[in-house]
């Protein structure tokens, strides 16, 4: 494509799929170091025990192994922090349980860390572990959130009710008096079911020690190494952060599972200094389901007031979230920060009030999952709104007409201050998609079929672009939402560009290459983007929150702007003119109102040849960086109609039509963004038709702890999707007018799939998954 004709806005093929389509990708689990070990970790088949003896003698002896370490040898390491300080109603701090790298005398759920071996071969390994003799005293097991307060046992000394905090946003009192005066009230009772991560690579890590320079490398499939270095350095190992490099090289998926600080990481880094070689530890797919940080697990009650015209007045949310054993690095913002705080929806509600009681239970770790929050939060708003407008025999497009906001900035009674949307245009052009006039014919085709069918709505909001520091900070980040940009001009003009976001599936290498070429009209085969390196690039945040280009890419842009302010230094001197009458445009500098120019290449170049432009007033090179802290959140947001066709004889449902309307603002590449809607569709229509993650109550064993159990959609679950991003509305406070689109699909898709199927049965609820069994049970409880 000619440089000329701009790059924003076109669907430039992804540059990063050559590698992974030709297997010439490199995984941390494709590193093998010289030295190299490998460790394996003895888990925990309790989900609530002391250990009253951890025996590690015979495994010692046991052939090529190198090394045993038990909780005892981290006594004096510090826990796995938690990143994010939530304040009780009282004010009281959120109970800190620490997290320690193994078992520090109990283990609290199935998976837990007890031992790690570490020996020549990974077999040695494992034939190892099991000379480890274990002796457990069983403590009763709590698994459901809502029995957590009042269970047998506290998991924790610090919490013995097993309550890490309860929290509190908006007019509690002014919610309750409206609706106890409203004409209608529609309240719901349900659960959002809990998740669990399945990234196509495992989590992976390999640590090795330098002696000669008493340092470490860490290659870790995580999504912001960055922040893993911080992290692990500053709060548990005590390591110099300088003296310690993050790789986080190609990473098949994260999903949000890879943001975290995990204690296998943690503890391979500590033991290759002991062993003085390096340590690598790829997860097994088993090791994965229990070990992995899940998602979602709320159990909620919901109160929508309306007046006889169905206009909105207050909504009141309960929330006992389930944040698992502990508390993983952001698990505590969100139930609140990324949830709460979203109740407005897209909607004018004048009284909010949630109330969240977040629980420690004998399970997995619970945090962020694509969406973070913002899924739990749009079910709640989208599923009761659509029951009200059932309940009032209202059209479910017109109740949400009625009661959307329309002037902007519009600050919501929950925190937050929409800076621009339009949401009619997302519905209305969702309907025409949807040929929503044409559904009773089709309805009525169903019906002489013996089949029901229905029609859902779901229009969502999201908070994203995660940052910034100063509103984070005032709700208990406990550090900056900034990102770190760097653009190195090379004497040829040719640019490499180093970003502390981080890749693992969106295509950032081909996006942030078409912003770069198409500000410094350069083709996008003259630049290169690297990320993941600690030891390369400057700083970075990470990715998480649909931030990359909203954030990172800003901060590129902020740092192509001081580069572009230079070049018009250079360009001044070799065109003879004052650096006020330069303009940049196509790649070439120029004297405005003259054709006297002179190409971003050739300024380069003398960049680096101090002799040829005034050294005295410039320093050679052209090479800058910028850190991007945003104003607010971006507020992507959209409607998506989803229609079901149930067999009441059996409870299957399948999904006749799934239409997507969304507002991205700007967008800088429509096939990736399309792209990325399609599988958050996929994700959202998975939680609410097939997974779930079930404890037994009793033993709290994951009883879905692998693929035999645990239901991931396959192609033939999925309809055709009709997906259109709309004329957005760009976002006011980045140059580019960017919003987030990642996890769009994963939070508008599972209410809109739930409501089609409760208006084919004609039923309040089902919950989720919508499995067979549960609609065939929804149907026989409405008969």
């Keep these: 494509m000619n440089a000329r004709q701009g790059f924003i806005g076109q669907s430039v093929k992804r540059r990063e799929d050559a590698r992974f389509l ?319 705080t979203l109740l407005a929806g897209q909607y004018t509600t004048p009284k909010i009030s949630a109330t969240v009681t977040a629980v420690f239970t004998n399970t997995a770790p619970v945090d962020a999952y694509r969406g973070a929050g913002r899924p739990e939060a749009t079910y709640v708003v989208e599923r009761i709104v659509e029951t009200a407008a059932r309940e009032l025999g209202m059209d479910p497009g017109e109740i949400r007409r009625k009661n959307y906001i329309h002037e902007f900035p519009y600050a919501s009674p929950v925190g937050l201050t929409y800076d621009i949307g339009d949401y009619d245009a997302t519905l209305n052009r969702a309907e025409q998609l949807a040929d929503v006039k044409g559904f009773p014919a089709r309805q009525k085709a169903s019906e002489a079929k013996g089949l029901k069918r229905g029609i859902g709505y779901s229009a969502y909001i999201e908070a994203c672009g995660i ?95 001081k580069v572009i302010a230079k070049g018009k230094k250079i360009a001044a001197h070799l065109l003879e003119a004052a650096d006020t009458d330069i303009e940049f445009e196509g790649g070439q500098f120029k004297v405005a109102g003259t054709d006297k120019a002179v190409p971003f290449a050739s300024v380069a170049l003398t960049a680096y040849v101090p002799h040829n432009f005034p050294h005295d007033k410039l320093e050679p090179g052209l090479n800058e960086n910028a850190f991007y802290d945003p104003s607010n959140f971006t507020y992507p947001a959209g409607t998506y109609i989803c229609e079901v066709e149930v067999d009441p004889a059996t409870g299957a449902t399948r999904i006749d039509k799934f239409t997507a309307c969304d507002d991205f603002g700007n967008v800088v590449n429509p096939m990736i963004v399309e792209g990325q809607v399609h599988g958050g569709l996929a994700q959202g229509i998975g939680q609410a038709l097939l997974e779930h993650g079930v404890y037994d109550k009793e033993t709290g064993q994951l009883l879905t702890g692998s693929y035999m159990d645990y239901a991931m959609p396959r192609a033939d679950d999925l309809p055709e999707f009709t997906v259109e991003t709309v004329k957005g509305t760009p976002c006011t406070h980045n140059p580019l007018g960017v919003k987030g689109c990642g996890e769009a699909g994963a939070i508008g898709s599972p209410p809109a799939l739930i409501n089609a199927i409760c208006h084919a049965l004609g039923v309040k609820d089902v919950p989720m998954p919508a499995s067979p069994y549960n609609v065939w049970q929804a149907i026989k409880n409405n008969r």
Aim: glycine share 10%.
């Design 467 to 561: 940052a910034p520091s100063s509103v984070a900070g005032a709700l208990g980040a406990r550090a900056g939402l900034f990102e770190a940009g760097e653009v190195r001009v090379h004497p040829t003009g040719k640019v490499t560009v180093f970003t502390g976001s981080h890749a693992h599936g969106q295509g950032h290498e081909t996006t942030f290459a078409q912003v770069v070429a198409d500000k410094l009209g350069i083709p996008m085969e003259d630049i290169e983007i690297e990320h993941g390196d600690t030891s390369k690039v400057l700083f970075g945040m990470g990715t998480y929150g649909s931030r990359s280009l909203a954030v990172g890419g800003t901060a590129i842009v902020k740092a192509l702007d």
């Design 22 to 340: 030709t297997g010439t990708g490199r995984y941390t689990d494709d590193i093998t170091l010289p030295g190299q070990t490998y460790g394996y970790f003895l888990r925990s088949p309790y989900a609530h025990a002391t250990l009253k003896r951890v025996d590690t003698e015979a495994a010692k002896a046991a052939p090529g192994v190198l090394g045993v370490f038990t909780g005892e040898h981290f006594k004096d390491v510090g826990g796995l922090p938690c990143g994010w300080l939530i304040n009780s109603i009282d004010g009281t701090p959120m109970k800190e349980p620490k997290h320690p790298i193994l078992a520090d005398g109990k283990v609290r759920y199935v998976g837990d860390r007890i031992a790690l071996v570490v020996a020549e071969t990974l077999e040695q390994a494992k034939e190892a572990a099991q000379l480890i003799d274990v002796e457990f005293d069983e403590l009763p097991a709590v698994v459901d959130p809502v029995d957590a307060q009042s269970a047998k046992a506290a998991l924790h000394t610090e919490s013995p009710d097993n309550r890490c905090y309860q929290w509190q946003i908006g007019d509690a009192a002014g919610t309750e008096a409206a609706i106890k005066s409203a004409a209608h009230v529609t309240t719901l009772t349900f659960r959002n079911n809990r998740l669990i991560p399945n990234a196509i690579e495992p989590r992976a890590a390999n640590a090795s020690y330098d002696r000669a320079g008493d340092s470490y490398t860490l290659y870790v499939s995580n999504q912001n190494p960055h922040v893993e270095r911080l992290l692990m350095c500053a709060f548990v190992l005590g390591i110099p952060e300088h003296k310690m490099r993050v790789v986080a090289p190609d990473v098949g998926g994260g999903f949000g599972s890879k943001i975290f600080l995990y204690g296998e990481e943690t503890a391979l880094v500590w033991a290759s200094k002991k062993i003085n070689r390096p340590i690598k530890w790829t997860a097994e797919r088993s090791e994965s389901f229990l070990s992995d940080a899940h998602g979602r697990d709320h159990a909620t009650t919901a109160q929508l007031a309306l007046d006889e015209d169905g206009k909105f007045l207050a909504l009141k949310v309960d929330t006992t979230a389930n944040l698992g054993a502990y508390l993983s690095t952001f698990s505590s913002c969100v139930p609140t920060i990324l949830y709460a």
